[in-house]
């Protein structure tokens, strides 16, 4: 049964050029457009097919976009064929790889001597989808010829990257580090990732243990942030990062504040940076935040002073997170009397002042979801608070 869930823009549009992406190898072989149909796969596409569906081994297996040509110019032995595309279903979704399955019905006519026949042939595909010199394309799909009008299936898969140039995860193994996880946001971030199908490993750095346990996560104790040289290798590998550490104003001295909120945040930029150059980066600010430095409040200029250190760090993708009023879902001591305040009015003061609150676990998974559903998207982005919400409101029927 579908789970009405949340997205972001970017995975709306991934999965609407999918759909396309079906809908075009249709289309292609409807128009005898046997090019335009190879065009659509990757150069090292992997094409299986299985006649039987009941027998375990492939009846053909092709290892090339080049292979598909003579599987499609078979179509021209028909007068006419029509492909319809029935429901799909996207199984994993990162930001440049996808699996899923599209069923289809394809009407063959054939003519001999006057004599025209029909053949109908159903087939479920299972398809890869990824990233190929920018654009969306194939890793690997069907050729519907020679399977029996009975229900057949076609399998596809792929074992290699798209090309050497390209760092593209496989789909079900992206990594993931979060940074204060013992924190509200930092928390929800991580049962987040934990519970998110994409992701295979969480790694937490932290100087308190989290108290928990699970099969994907690793748990890295670090005492000082002032030096992060010894990371590493626990950061080699990583897809993205969730940088949530950060202290309250007035629980210490301004030059603490600072040390916490500026250099803390960019020696671990720098050690990442080394070990994982094609990570993408999210990163909680603040409302406020100010680059210019010229803000008389010392949060707001220490998270703009942050903020732009960390743009000119060098990650292909910079994600910086401006909430307001975090609203803290699970009951908590509060650090101070202006948050305790706000919380006794919060129910007011979301009706009043909606753009100026956010969830904290609608914040964490915000963060989550745009450096997953981004990665490999090279750009930088500061949402506001206002932005934020409109990410955690799209709603989306499956997953």
Not at 257 to 263: A, P, S
Not at 299 to 307: P, S
Not at 316 to 322: C, E, M, T
Not at 344 to 351: C, E, M, S
């Amino acid at each position: 049964m579908s789970q009405h869930l949340t997205i972001s823009p970017i995975e709306a549009a991934d999965r609407l050029a999918i759909r396309e992406l079906v809908e075009a190898y249709a289309h292609c072989a409807d128009r005898r457009d046997a090019k335009g149909q190879m065009s659509l796969f990757t150069p090292d596409t992997h094409f299986v097919v299985y006649m039987n569906a009941k027998d375990p081994k492939p009846s053909q297996e092709l290892h090339s976009r080049e292979a598909l040509a003579p599987v499609f110019a078979d179509l021209n032995k028909y007068a006419a064929t029509m492909h319809f595309v029935g429901q799909s279903t996207i199984l994993t979704l990162t930001g440049d790889r996808a699996t899923g399955e599209a069923y289809t019905l394809a009407h063959h006519l054939t003519s001999d001597g006057g004599k025209r026949t029909a053949d109908d042939r159903r087939a479920t595909l299972l398809r890869q989808v990824c990233k190929d010199r920018g654009r969306l394309a194939v890793c690997g799909a069907s050729a519907l010829r020679g399977l029996a009008g009975g229900a057949s299936s076609v399998m596809t898969e792929i074992r290699n990257p798209v090309g050497p140039s390209m760092n593209i995860p496989t789909a079900g193994q992206k990594h993931v580090v979060i940074v204060g996880a013992t924190g509200m946001v930092g928390g929800y971030a991580l049962r987040s990732a934990l519970e998110n199908p994409v992701i295979a490993r969480v790694t937490t750095i932290g100087r308190r243990k989290l108290g928990i346990s699970h099969a994907k996560l690793k748990e890295v104790l670090h005492q000082d942030f002032a030096d992060c040289s010894a990371l590493a290798e626990t950061l080699v590998g990583q897809g993205a990062a969730i940088f949530c550490l950060g202290t309250y104003t007035g629980s210490v001295p301004e030059a603490e504040l600072r040390t916490i909120t500026v250099d803390y945040t960019i020696e671990f930029a720098r050690v990442l940076r080394l070990s994982s150059p094609d990570a993408a980066f999210s990163f909680l600010s603040g409302n406020g935040a100010d680059p210019t430095g010229r803000s008389r409040l010392a949060f707001a200029r220490y998270k703009g002073e942050a903020e732009k250190a960390l743009l000119a760090v060098g990650f292909p993708s910079v994600y910086i997170f401006r909430p307001a009023y975090i609203y803290p879902v699970d009951p908590r001591k509060e650090p101070n009397f202006s948050y305790r305040l706000l919380r006794a009015i919060y129910p007011f003061f979301r009706v009043v002042f909606p753009n100026q609150m956010i969830r904290a676990d609608d914040l964490a998974r915000a963060m989550l979801d745009v450096v997953v559903r981004g990665a490999g998207k090279s750009r930088s982005l500061v949402l506001e608070n206002r932005d934020i919400r409109a990410m955690v409101s799209l709603p989306i029927v499956s997953r």
